[in-house]
C-alpha cells in the first residue's frame, strides 16, 4: 500500500543543515493501522508529509499503490488529495466558510461527485453527526469538529488515511471516541491509516508503531501494549 | 467557486470591509466626474446668451471637464491602489484557510479563481452602492465646482444609465486589477502551510517588490527633472501629478523598509510606556501586515501633499513670472477700474491695461479651423510694448496695433505651430479678422498662456479662469467698438 524507500529530507537553516529524514525505508500493508511515534524532532511529521505528497523528499522514493508519488506534479498530487489521500490533523483544519455538510462535501464535489451531499450526510450521521449537519467549525465541540474532519477524510473513500496527532488538541473522552472510530474503520473497511502520535494510549489502538530518533526508523513494534510502547518512547527519550 | 466565495464573503465579512468602502468611494468619484464630464461634452450655452456670456460659458465647462477628469483619474488611481493593500492583506490574513483549501483538494488555479470571485462580488456590491453616492456627490461636487466658477450653473446633470453601467465596469476592472496581486499570490500557498504553526516565514521584500521600487525611484527622478526644465502650465502639473504618483508607488513598495525603520526611531519614546512598547515592536515584526496598513496612508498622504504643492508652486511660479516679466513698479487688479483717473495720479508714468475677454480666437491653416489655446487678453499695444521685458521669438512687437495679435508669452511651439491663413476674432457678433505681429514663446517655466489683441481690453489671467464676472455693461475702452461692452477687470501697471 504505502512504501517509503531510502527516503531523506533536509531542510536549510541559515548556513547548518538540518536532516529531518535521514534514509527512512518503511512499508505499511494495505488495510494495517500503524501509528509513528518519536521525541520531538525526530522526523514524524516530516515523515507524514512526504508520505501524503505533501513535501518532497531530496532523495529515494514514496510508492502509494504501487506508484511513485516523490516527483509527481502539484497538479496531479491535489487531485490524489480529492480521491486517493484522506487527511485528519491535530488543528482539525476545517473550513470556517462552511458547515459541517458543505466542508464534507467540498473534497467530492472538487472531484464532480453528484451525490457529493448525500454522501456527506452519511458520512456525518454514522459518526453520530446526524444532528449537527448545518452547524459550523465554531459552533462544535473539539471532538465533534475532529469527527466532521475524519467524515471529510472518508468521504472520497481514500486509499489511504494520514492522521498527525488526531487526538492532540482533544479531552480524552473524545480522544477515545475518535481512536474508537479509527479501529472500526480499520476492521470493518480495511482502511489504511498512518498516524503520527506522541501519545501511548493512541499508539496502542494502532497495529503497528514506529519509532523514530534523529530522522532515522529507530524500531518497530506490532501488537504492543501502552506499557511497552511508553517504555521504548521513553528509551529513546534518554538516549538523547 | 462562486458559491464558495459567496459563504466565504458572508462569513469573512470584516475582512471585505475595507475593500468594499473603497470601491463605494471611487464608483462614486468615477461616476459623479463621468457625470459632469459628459454633461459639459457638447454643451450649449443657454439661448440668448451673448457671444461673452456664451464663451464664458464654454470657458467653465471646459474648466470643470479638466478639473474633474484630474479627480476621476486620481480617485480611480487612489482606488486600485487601496483594493489592491486591503487583498493583499486579507490573503497574508487568510493563508492558512486557503492552505487548508489546498490540503482538501483545491488547486492553485482555482484558489486564484476563489480570489477573483471574491473580488467580483465586492465589484457588485461597490457597485450598486457607488453609484447611488455617485448620485448625490455629483449635485456636491457640482455646486463646489459652480462656486469656484468653473462650471456653467446652468447645465443639468440627469442620472444617465450609460455611467450605471460604466459604474459596475469600473468597479469590476478596479477589483480584478487591485485583487490580480494578491491572488497571484496565493497560488504559492503550498498545504503544507495549513500544518505550519507559525505563518508567513516569506521574505517581504522580494525581487519583484524591489524592481518595481526602482523603476519607480527612477520614474520619480526622471520626471523631477523634467518638471524643473519644461515650460509651461499644462506639461510641469501633468509631470507633477506624475511625480506623485510614481513617488507614493515607490514608497508603498518600499514600506516594508520604511515603517519598521519609523518604528525603531520611535523606540526611545515608545519604551515609556509598555503599550506603545508593544505596538512599536509589533509594527517590526509583522513587517507584511504593517506594510499592507501603511501602504494606502502613505499614497493618500502623498496624493494630498502632492497636489497641495503642485498647486502652491504653480502660483507661485504665476507670481513670479509676473514680476520678472514685466517691467513696472505696481500690479493692480480690480473690477471697473478707472484708467483715467489711474493715469492722472501724480508719479505713474504709463497705465498700461490688460483686460481678460471671453473670446475664442480661430485659428485657420490648410483649411482646418481650430480654437486658440489660451485665453485673450485685450492690451494698449504702445503700453504692452513698453512694458514686457520678454523678447518675441518671431516678429516684432512694434508692428503690434490696432486689429493685431501676438501669441504668448507662455505659449510654446506645440500650442502655435505653423503658418495661420487666418486669425479671426468674433467680438459682438462681429467677425475681426487679426494681422499676427509676434510669438513670444515659451520664456520661463510657469509662465502663463495668453493670446494678447488690441481690439479690447482685459486684465491677463492663466489659463483656465478669467477673474471676472459673466455680466457686461457699457463702458468705454481704448479700440472698443462701444456697443454692448463688458464690465471688466483691469489691472494696470
Known amino acids: 500500500?504505502?512504501?517509503?524507500?531510502?527516503?531523506?529530507?533536509?531542510?536549510?537553516?541559515?548556513?547548518?543543515?538540518?536532516?529531518?529524514?535521514?534514509?527512512?525505508?518503511?512499508?505499511?500493508?494495505?488495510?494495517?493501522?500503524?501509528?509513528?511515534?518519536?521525541?520531538?524532532?525526530?522526523?514524524?511529521?516530516?515523515?507524514?508529509?512526504?508520505?501524503?505528497?505533501?513535501?518532497?523528499?531530496?532523495?529515494?522514493?514514496?510508492?502509494?499503490?504501487?506508484?511513485?508519488?516523490?516527483?509527481?506534479?502539484?497538479?496531479?498530487?491535489?487531485?490524489?488529495?480529492?480521491?486517493?489521500?484522506?487527511?485528519?490533523?491535530?488543528?482539525?483544519?476545517?473550513?470556517?466558510?462552511?458547515?459541517?455538510?458543505?466542508?464534507?462535501?467540498?473534497?467530492?464535489?472538487?472531484?464532480?461527485?453528484?451525490?457529493?451531499?448525500?454522501?456527506?450526510?452519511?458520512?456525518?450521521?454514522?459518526?453520530?453527526?446526524?444532528?449537527?449537519?448545518?452547524?459550523?467549525?465554531?459552533e462544535l465541540s473539539g471532538g465533534q469538529q475532529q469527527r466532521v474532519a475524519i467524515a471529510r477524510a472518508l468521504a472520497t473513500e481514500p486509499s489511504i488515511l494520514f492522521a498527525d496527532e488526531p487526538t492532540g488538541a482533544l479531552d480524552s473522552a473524545s480522544a477515545g471516541t475518535v481512536l474508537d472510530v479509527l479501529r472500526e474503520l480499520v476492521d470493518e473497511r480495511s482502511q489504511t491509516i498512518v498516524m503520527v502520535t506522541h501519545d501511548p494510549a493512541a499508539a496502542a489502538r494502532a497495529d503497528h508503531v514506529a519509532f523514530l530518533r534523529d530522522g532515522r526508523l529507530v524500531t518497530t513494534l506490532s501488537g504492543a501494549d501502552t506499557g511497552r510502547i511508553a517504555a521504548t518512547l521513553a528509551e529513546l527519550e534518554t538516549l538523547r | 467557486m462562486i458559491s464558495l466565495a459567496l459563504r466565504t464573503f458572508a462569513d469573512r465579512w470584516q475582512l471585505f470591509v475595507g475593500t468594499v468602502l473603497a470601491v463605494t468611494a471611487g464608483v462614486a468619484i468615477v461616476h459623479a466626474g463621468m457625470t459632469i464630464i459628459l454633461g459639459v461634452e457638447g454643451a450649449v450655452p443657454p439661448s440668448g446668451s451673448t457671444p461673452a456670456e456664451a464663451e464664458a460659458f464654454q470657458q467653465a465647462a471646459s474648466g470643470a471637464s479638466t478639473l474633474t477628469g484630474m479627480t476621476v483619474m486620481l480617485g480611480a488611481f487612489l482606488t486600485i491602489f487601496v483594493v489592491g493593500s486591503t487583498f493583499n492583506f486579507a490573503v497574508d490574513q487568510r493563508r492558512g484557510d486557503l492552505a487548508i483549501l489546498r490540503l482538501g483538494g483545491v488547486t492553485s488555479r482555482q484558489v486564484c479563481r476563489l480570489l477573483l470571485a471574491e473580488a467580483l462580488i465586492t465589484a457588485v456590491i461597490g457597485a450598486a452602492v457607488g453609484g447611488l453616492l455617485g448620485v448625490a456627490l455629483t449635485g456636491v461636487q457640482s455646486r463646489i465646482l459652480a462656486s469656484l466658477g468653473t462650471f456653467p450653473e446652468e447645465l443639468a446633470t440627469p442620472v444617465r444609465p450609460a455611467i450605471l453601467v460604466l459604474d459596475l465596469v469600473v468597479a469590476g476592472v478596479v477589483c480584478l486589477a487591485g485583487a490580480w496581486g494578491g491572488a497571484r499570490r496565493a497560488t504559492a500557498i503550498s498545504p503544507l502551510d495549513a500544518l505550519r504553526r507559525t505563518h508567513d516565514t516569506q521574505r517581504v521584500m522580494t525581487v519583484r517588490r524591489w524592481i518595481v521600487a526602482a523603476v519607480a525611484v527612477a520614474l520619480t527622478a526622471v520626471q523631477t527633472y523634467f518638471s524643473a526644465t519644461t515650460g509651461g502650465m499644462l506639461i510641469p502639473l501633468l509631470l507633477g501629478l506624475g511625480i506623485v504618483i510614481t513617488a507614493s508607488v515607490a514608497m508603498s513598495r518600499l514600506s516594508p523598509l520604511l515603517v519598521p525603520a519609523v518604528a525603531l526611531v520611535l523606540m526611545p519614546w515608545a519604551r515609556r510606556s509598555p503599550v506603545a512598547d508593544l505596538a512599536v515592536a509589533n509594527l517590526r515584526d509583522a513587517i507584511r501586515r504593517t506594510a499592507s496598513c501603511a501602504a494606502p496612508m502613505i499614497v493618500l498622504v502623498s496624493l494630498v501633499m502632492g497636489l497641495q504643492g503642485i498647486l502652491d508652486t504653480q502660483t507661485e511660479a504665476s507670481a513670479t513670472e509676473a514680476t520678472q516679466l514685466l517691467d513696472a513698479d505696481l500690479v493692480a487688479q480690480g473690477e471697473d477700474l478707472d484708467l483715467e483717473a489711474v493715469d492722472a495720479i501724480d508719479g505713474i508714468a504709463l497705465a498700461a491695461p490688460e483686460t481678460v475677454v471671453p473670446l475664442a480666437i480661430r485659428l485657420t491653416s490648410g483649411g482646418m479651423t481650430t480654437n486658440g489655446p489660451g485665453t485673450v487678453v485685450a492690451v494698449d499695444p504702445e503700453a504692452f510694448g513698453a512694458t514686457h521685458r520678454q523678447r518675441p521669438d518671431s516678429g516684432d512687437v512694434a508692428e503690434f496695433g490696432p486689429d493685431g495679435v501676438v501669441f504668448g508669452p507662455g505659449l510654446d511651439s506645440t500650442m502655435i505651430r505653423g503658418h495661420y491663413d487666418e486669425i479671426a476674432l468674433e467680438v459682438d457678433g462681429e467677425t475681426v479678422s487679426l494681422r499676427e505681429a509676434a510669438r513670444m514663446g515659451r520664456p520661463w517655466p510657469g509662465a502663463t498662456a495668453s493670446i494678447s489683441t488690441a481690439r479690447s481690453c482685459r486684465p491677463r489671467c492663466s489659463t483656465g479662469r478669467p477673474p471676472f464676472s459673466s455680466s457686461w455693461s457699457p463702458a468705454r475702452t481704448p479700440g472698443s467698438s462701444g456697443s454692448g461692452s463688458p464690465r471688466r477687470e483691469r489691472r494696470t501697471c
Open chain 1, 1 to 138: 500500500m504505502l512504501h517509503l524507500h531510502d527516503v531523506t529530507r533536509t531542510y536549510q537553516s541559515g548556513s547548518t543543515t538540518l536532516t529531518a529524514l535521514d534514509r527512512i525505508t518503511l512499508g505499511c500493508q494495505r488495510g494495517s493501522w500503524t501509528a509513528v511515534m518519536g521525541p520531538s524532532g525526530s522526523g514524524k511529521s516530516t515523515l507524514l508529509n512526504c508520505a501524503a505528497g505533501l513535501d518532497s523528499p531530496d532523495t529515494g522514493q514514496v510508492h502509494l499503490d504501487g506508484r511513485d508519488i516523490a516527483g509527481l506534479g502539484d497538479d496531479v498530487l491535489t487531485r490524489m488529495r480529492r480521491t486517493d489521500i484522506g487527511f485528519v490533523f491535530q488543528q482539525f483544519n476545517l473550513v470556517a466558510a462552511l458547515t459541517a455538510t458543505q466542508n464534507v462535501m467540498l473534497p467530492l464535489r472538487l472531484a464532480g461527485r453528484k451525490d457529493a451531499g448525500a454522501v456527506a450526510v452519511d458520512a456525518l450521521s454514522t459518526l453520530g453527526l446526524g444532528s449537527h449537519l448545518d452547524h459550523k467549525p465554531r
